[in-house]
T-cell receptor
């Protein structure tokens, strides 16, 4: 089955710790994205990558870091510098270049930091 | 300024009625795309429908149609014959231009279908 996997579904961390969220896709998509969603809110773009070894900051990149060493993988690290890390994190992928018409989303990771 | 505005935070609709979810957008780019996504309580994002700025006809996908009024910068989602399973959050989103291919989301509308 082709799709996007995010693990784990729920993640708990103590304040001050870095944590890495996994995102893997087997859709052969070049572009990948990370979004953050807070309760009752829309999605805000954290980072996105159009191609391997390249990525750009989105609207709320502060306190986050990413890497794109492989086409299939786009892990997101939530650092201790992120002031309010508790949120629902969604990863997506797409096939750009022909006018993006759809993003495919993973099931999300709910991160709780106490 | 907000790029995507969804003015209805919540809506209650009787089952089997049609429902319109409002979305207005703001862009100066002549090339853009508009999306609607559904998010059930499980959290997954389900793609519903897409409309390109140069598309001549309104997009339709089964019970979903997009009422695209370019001059008014409006892209309302119409769900015909609503079902209980339509209860969810609905997000309008926009892609500007073709260079970055990033999508901006509105804050969403929570739709409740009443039996």
């Amino acid at each position: 089955d082709g799709g996007i996997t995010q693990s784990p579904k729920y993640l708990f961390r103590k304040e001050g710790q870095n944590v890495t969220l996994s995102c893997e896709q087997n859709l052969n998509h070049d572009a990948m994205y990370w979004y953050r969603q807070d309760p009752g809110q829309g999605l805000r773009l954290i980072y996105y990558s159009q191609i391997v070894n390249d990525f750009q900051k989105g609207d709320i990149a502060e306190g986050y870091s990413v890497s794109r060493e492989k086409k299939e993988s786009f892990p997101l690290t939530v650092t201790s510098a992120q002031k309010n890390p508790t949120a629902f994190y969604l990863c997506a992928s797409a096939r750009p270049g022909q006018g993006l018409k759809q993003q495919y989303f993973g099931p999300g990771t709910r991160l709780t930091v106490t | 300024a907000q790029k995507i505005t969804q003015t209805q935070p919540g809506m209650f609709v009787q089952e089997k009625e049609a429902v319109t979810l409002d979305c207005t957008y703001d862009t100066s780019d002549p090339s853009y795309g508009l999306f609607w996504y559904k998010q059930p309580s499980s959290g997954e994002m389900i793609f519903l429908i897409y409309q390109g700025s140069y598309d001549q006809q309104n997009a339709t996908e089964g019970r979903y149609s997009l009422n695209f009024q370019k001059a008014r910068k409006s892209a309302n989602l119409v769900i015909s014959a609503s079902q209980l399973g339509d209860s969810a959050m609905y997000f309008c989103a926009m892609r500007e231009g073709g260079r970055d291919d990033k999508i901006i989301f509105g804050k969403g509308t929570r739709l409740h279908i009443l039996p």
